[in-house]
């Protein structure tokens, strides 16, 4: 059983640019969050998707945004790109039918601004 | 709103000596108690769940932890370390109440030392 993927691994930008980072969840589950990890911080919730619809939105600005598929993959877009957006991107996925609340965490996508 | 505090950065510790990760959690409502473990270049992984019941929880490689509602405290334990547990770790909570986002600790560094 895979767990949740997420591409690509790695990623260098440049100021002002625009980025795209894609996760699969785990089978089975069809909600998608999505976290940002500054170097040396904790995680940070940015928003999650469920039903192909933003549920929930944490303090991240517009340059932030997202989408979910009917397969219940993810993408999470960032524009006009800022240096202090270089940072570790994690999706986690859940059942929303789960009584655990458990999130199962992909790899990361590091990306980093110049 | 809820917020999480991890009250080490940093903890060294010699192989087979005991460790306490220690945590403490604001909020209010009632909430999930989490610790994640993750590795260099790693996602993060699910040590251990506080959800209901019992306030000693045991998790995996040896963890545990206890719940402390009157101190809002949830401190990761475990009685012998092992080079392998060289990490960080992360105290989260989840709101009961609506959704499952992860609100985050900043982390505690764990360095086994031989």
């Known amino acids: 059983d895979a767990g949740v993927t997420q591409s690509p691994t790695h990623l260098i930008k440049t100021r002002g640019q625009q980025v795209t980072l894609r996760c699969s969840p785990k089978?089975?589950?069809?909600?998608v969050s999505w976290y940002q990890q500054a170097l040396g911080q904790g995680p940070q919730f940015i928003f999650q998707y469920y039903e192909e619809e933003e549920r929930q939105r944490g303090n991240f600005p517009d340059r932030f945004s997202g989408h979910q598929f009917p397969n219940y993959s993810s993408e999470l877009n960032v524009n006009a790109l800022l240096l202090g957006d270089s940072a570790l991107y994690l999706c986690a996925s859940s059942f929303v039918g789960g009584s655990d609340n458990e999130q199962f965490f992909g790899p990361g996508t590091r990306l980093t601004v110049l | 709103a809820q917020s999480v505090t991890q009250l080490d950065s940093q903890v060294p510790v010699f192989e087979e000596a005991p460790v306490e990760l220690r945590c403490n959690y604001s909020?209010?409502?009632?909430?999930?108690l989490f610790w994640y473990v993750q590795y260099p270049n790693q996602g993060l992984q699910l040590l251990l769940k506080y959800l209901s019941g019992s306030t000693l929880v045991k998790g995996i490689n040896g963890f545990e932890a206890e719940f402390n509602k009157s101190q809002t405290s949830f401190h990761l334990r475990k009685p012998s370390v092992h080079i392998s547990d060289t990490a960080e770790y992360f105290c989260?909570?989840?709101?009961?109440?609506?959704?499952?986002?992860?609100?985050f600790g900043a982390g505690t560094i764990l360095r086994v030392k031989s």
């Open positions: 089978s089975g589950h069809d909600t």
């Open positions: 989260a909570v989840s709101d009961r109440v609506y959704g499952n986002k992860l609100v």
């Open positions: 909020s209010s409502v009632s909430v999930y």
